[in-house]
């Protein structure tokens, strides 16, 4: 295990200052974002000693593609999850740690996963790019965006729904993008773990058990439907039991 | 405190959102928190809470268990929401602090716990005629609280915690720019004008026109992004100008083009620190 060590919040602060006012300055000769080393001498940023440790024993396999099935996004989440034991969610919402990360230890990854190209993208898709897909600002930066933090969140989501394997949880989030984004893009129903247990037991069941493919309009319906119920049903108080019968209801309605 | 968004029912909701009741009815929530830290030094946040339910149709179905009380807790920050039901009107929930950061959301609301039961409502506008009755399932609210905050990264939000001034050698030397996407605005400035900055930050009779100039401005791009519904009510500065909003009755504006409109807002937002001190030490010095 070595201690991180993480750029500091003012050097957070200076890439995206430096992503607006002169985006290019980030990118290398070989057109992708240069390296941490690279960036931190010419920029003046400071990196400083942190309480987070990483296993440098454990790597995360680099995509072999750009389709979904060939990104092993699955297998990374749990490799990310070994490499920072330890890691608490009130700790992983420190932006250091992914900036660092996403342009240090993991750059190569990164670059693969979440390309910025200088051939492709003007100035203001390098900065946005850069801003939600090296740093990670905002909740759904972490949990989407930073190819590094969006593998430990979605490790931690998998884990976090009691009464059900967290590998059958791993099959249906890491099944399909739009799936996955529907689901945790909708935050007033996957918080309820209630409701998203009996649900990912179904997708299970109908796309993996079945393997009927998966219908991108009818879960968009699923997932709207019952985030409208949510809002207006106690659903926190619902136990299991009524909580499956309840959430068979709503897609049996969607079908 | 933050005000829960208005949702619409098809039966009677006692709440300060609506008005159904007309009798003085009230449901409302107090929150205290406090960290504990246990002798294997874990530390966890215990929030107490104590609910004022005052109608008695609602009183009697909680008393005979046709209905409960449910708390949810909310950290968008760290995907936490738990449910808390009880048949009590005060309790304590204790709540790992690894697993919350940033601010926490606290509401409570009176739920149905059976299916099929009736109730005969009173207390209610008149819209709803003479002894309005209506048939409910579990899980159906009877009364919703208004939304507890907590934020447990400051104990007082104090401006000075919400806007960060930094030198940037990016920016052009006369420049400054506005960045909204952390929990504080950060104020980029070029060399110049953080020299400039400085001066008038040190000297107390000037320091004044940075609330008419800098941090109005900075105010100003944070209402205009609250008006855009843009994604920053998670972000601490949000929260605090919103309740804050809220507080003094104004209104964020519905057009976030109406840059009259946001900047009115932070004028009077900062008004105390600003146009009124001004004016105030000014006339002082004529009075003296």
Known sequence: MKTLELLTTESVLEL???????????????????????????????????????????????????NWSENHDRENSTRIARALAGMSPARATDERIWATLALGEFAEYSNVRRPIDRAKDSDAAIESKFKHMRLAS????????????????LNYYVHSIEGIDPEIVREVLFLNADLQSNLLGRPGVAGYRVVVGPLIEHLHSEHIKNATPFNRDRFREIMKELDFL??????????????SEWVATVIERCN | MILTRRRSFTYPILSDQSNDYIDGSVFDLEVESHVVESASQVQSIVLSYKIRLSNPVLVDALLDKNAQ????????????RMSHCSASLEDEISIPASLLDGAAYISASLVVARDDFEIEFSGLHSEYGRNFRYNFDTGMPLAISSQYSIELEFAEVALRNLIHIRKSVSERHDAFSIDLSSNQIVVNMGINFHA?????????????????????????????????????????WARTFREKIE????????DPTDWNACNEIALTLL???????IVNSAAQVVGA
Request: charged share 25%; hydrophobic share 45%.
């Open chain 2, 196 to 236: 400039a900055w400085g001066i008038l930050y040190a000297n107390e009779e000037q320091k004044p026109l940075l609330y008419i100039s800098i941090y109005k401005d900075c105010v100003a791009s944070a209402v205009q992004a609250l008006a855009s519904n843009e994604e920053v009510e998670e972000f601490l």
């Open chain 1, 230 to 243: 949510v809002g207006r049903l106690a659903v926190g108080a619902m136990d299991k039991a009524v909580a």
């Open chain 2, 271 to 277: 008004g105390e620190k600003g146009v009124r001190k």
């Open chain 1, 16 to 66: 995206k200052s430096i992503s607006s006012a002169r985006p290019a300055s980030l990118i290398g000769d070989d057109g992708g974002v240069k390296p941490l080393a690279t960036l931190v001498a010419e920029f003046g940023l400071t990196l400083t000693q942190s309480r987070f440790s990483l296993d440098e024993t454990v790597s995360i396999r680099i995509p072999d593609g750009a």
């Open chain 2, 247 to 254: 507080l003094l009755n104004l209104k964020i504006p519905s």
């Open chain 1, 138 to 153: 905002s909740n759904r930066d972490r949990w989407r965006e930073n190819p590094i933090s969006r593998l430990w969140w």
């Open chain 2, 69 to 80: 009380i449910l708390v949810e807790v909310n950290c968008a920050a760290t995907w936490f």
